[in-house]
């Protein structure tokens, strides 16, 4: 594939040059591999990956539409909706540090690839990843705040208090605004400043920009995915189980970021939840097309992979910790909120995060 030698000539420099003979090196006789259960993953993680992205989506539609019904039902779906999206955060923040990265280490540390001339290669590609992302980011939002006409905080002067007499007996109570506004403002830590509004508001472009931006990192890591398991003979069957899990999780953390936005056009995010859907079954058909020529273990498909996995580990990783962690918790809505909202959300994170982890064992 053209992309696998891209890869493999971008990350070679990293790697000493030098043979390797190993009898785990070769590709996987082709007499073990089971056409039949191939081609029914594909269907079988088409549904997952379906039900996980689109079953979010669909609830946030109905939170929408009834959300002042006063209904009981009305309420049970929203209280859904609120545990599934931050159920979905731990996953996604999961999904970065037990899977991608843990499995670009994997692919780098493997003897077929030879000794690597650079050792922390997994690590610098996720952090590169992540600061282009952040330059992305950056100077997306400078060109988004050009339409912005209100002044920012820091330029807004007080007025004089020319109106207040000299005379008055109030005179020594009163305190004359500051010029410019605390230095901790600009940080976004008071309650009149909060530098991420944009992010936070459902309708804004910067959401959705952030939003496209996770799907973004999820569909390189599901292509990938798709790929090996559709040409992967040994271990088959307990990988293709972890997986059916693995991608409806990961719909359910990426369906409910989807569906907590408003769409100016709502065949977008139909088409976002389609192309998650369809992402790792379409790999799974190239694994299955090339799987005679794939091998695992060689060393363009190894750094490949590792390459693609550190990537997306940057990505996952910002957007994670940033634009959701950050964000919603520390300067968002999660501050200020009630303490058994706060309990129920701590939870759900905590769940997403352990059931991602622990399908980590398998995949």
Not at 248 to 264: C, D, H, M, Q, S
Not at 328 to 334: H, Q
């Amino acid at each position: 594939m053209i992309q696998t030698y891209i890869l493999y000539l971008l990350v070679i420099p990293f790697v000493q040059a030098q043979s390797t003979n190993y009898a785990q090196c070769t590709a996987s006789p082709s007499g073990s591999y089971d056409l039949g259960l191939h081609i029914t993953a594909v269907f079988v993680l088409l549904v997952a990956s379906a039900i996980g992205v689109f079953l979010p989506v669909f609830m946030a539609k109905n939170v929408d539409e009834k959300s002042n019904s006063g209904n009981k039902r009305d309420e049970w779906v929203r209280r859904v909706f609120f545990v599934m999206k931050y159920f979905g955060t731990g996953i996604i923040i999961s999904l970065a540090f037990c899977h991608l990265l843990q499995e670009s280490f994997e692919n780098f540390s493997n003897p077929c690839i030879g000794t690597l001339a650079y050792r922390p290669t997994t690590p610098s590609i996720a952090m590169g990843s992540m600061l282009v992302i952040w330059l992305v980011d950056y100077f997306s939002a400078r060109w988004a705040s050009r339409g912005d006409k209100s002044p920012p905080l820091a330029q807004i002067q007080p007025s004089k208090p020319t109106s207040i007499p000299l005379t008055s007996t109030n005179e020594d109570s009163i305190q004359p605004a500051p010029a410019t506004p605390p230095v901790f403002a600009d940080l976004g830590c008071t309650h009149i400043h909060r530098p991420t509004s944009d992010e936070l508001d459902p309708n804004s472009q910067r959401a959705h920009w952030d939003v496209q931006l996770l799907e973004g990192g999820i569909v390189f890591h599901s292509i990938m995915i798709g790929v090996t398991l559709g040409a992967q003979t040994g271990g088959f069957e307990v990988t293709f189980a972890a997986l059916v899990f693995h991608q409806l999780f990961e719909g359910l953390g990426l369906g409910t970021r989807i569906g907590a936005l408003v769409w100016k056009r709502s065949w977008t995010k139909w088409l976002m939840c389609t192309l998650y859907a369809i992402t790792t079954p379409v790999g799974i058909a190239i694994g299955i097309g090339v799987h005679q020529s794939f091998n695992e273990n060689g060393k363009r498909e190894l750094i490949a992979i590792g390459v693609l996995n550190s990537i997306s580990a940057g990505i996952l990783l910002y957007g994670g910790l940033c634009q959701l962690l950050y964000a919603e918790w520390v300067i968002g809505d999660m501050r200020d909120t009630s303490n058994a909202r706060v309990c129920s959300a701590l939870i759900a994170l905590l769940l997403g995060v352990i059931a991602m982890a622990l399908i980590g064992k398998w995949t």
